[in-house]
């Protein structure tokens, strides 16, 4: 088994001190803001893809270890190694009981963290399992921002198969919510749901978009033709 501390000097040699300001700026780590107390050593996406793969074989509690570290990239890079593992081994359950326990400890801390892994994770697992589901209704009426973004984003599987119950159900759910963060989320669900079924996405606007948040409305409606688009921002569907 290789040793954790390998994986920890690997990723030190990669760090960019100047590509992680950047990044602590851009993902908003400063008092009070969304991500505080977050730490970057600055890698991209595609190096932490790549070294994930290197580090397959890393136990759930190696994998614990990295989730519960303050560096961003080390938890990325756990659920990294987290989605491919659900991928190729019989312990989805497993994978999928780690997975809610460390959203629940707010490990899961980022909309980067949670984009990538929520629909790949959860949403992959109650695809067929429609009766787990409810955990995710949990999550959505939980006081945590980053368990209310898990519970839209893993619905974006159920769209990718045409299933957009689910989707409606929680953006109903959220559609009060105060934070930006979950406007986008809600919004961007929508509009997946639009490209696939256009009147479904329509149904649920003409009911709703008059008191949506002006961001979710937005992103719901992005790729609406302007004459339509302008007209559900005018209030005159």
Do not use: C
């Amino acid at each position: 088994m290789v040793n954790i501390e390998e994986l920890k000097k690997e990723l030190q040699k990669l760090s960019d001190p100047e590509r992680a300001k950047n990044l602590q700026r851009f993902f908003k780590t400063g008092k009070g803001e969304y991500g505080e107390g977050d730490i970057f050593i600055g890698l991209t996406v595609p190096q932490m893809r790549e070294v994930s793969k290197k580090y397959y074989n890393y136990d759930i509690k190696q994998l614990q270890e990295l989730m519960n570290s303050k560096i961003h990239e080390y938890r990325m890079i756990a659920l990294f190694i987290l989605i491919n593992k659900y991928k190729k081994t019989q312990h989805q359950k497993i994978i999928t009981h780690f997975y809610l326990k460390n959203a629940g400890k707010g490990n899961i801390n980022n909309w980067d963290l949670i984009d990538l892994s929520a629909p790949n994770i959860l949403g992959t697992q109650f695809l067929e399992n429609k009766k787990d589901r409810k955990i995710l209704y949990k999550l959505a009426k939980s006081q945590s921002l980053w368990e209310k973004r898990i519970s839209i984003l893993a619905t974006f599987m159920f769209i990718k198969y045409n299933d957009f119950k689910d989707s409606l159900s929680i953006a109903e759910i959220l559609l009060n919510d105060k934070h930006d963060l979950i406007h986008k989320a809600v919004g961007w669900m929508l509009r997946e749901i639009g490209k696939r079924n256009l009147e479904e996405e329509e149904k649920f606007l003409k009911k709703h978009y008059k008191k949506m948040p002006r961001t979710m409305l937005r992103y719901a409606i992005e790729k609406f033709p302007e004459e339509k688009r302008k007209a559900y921002l005018n209030g005159k569907i």
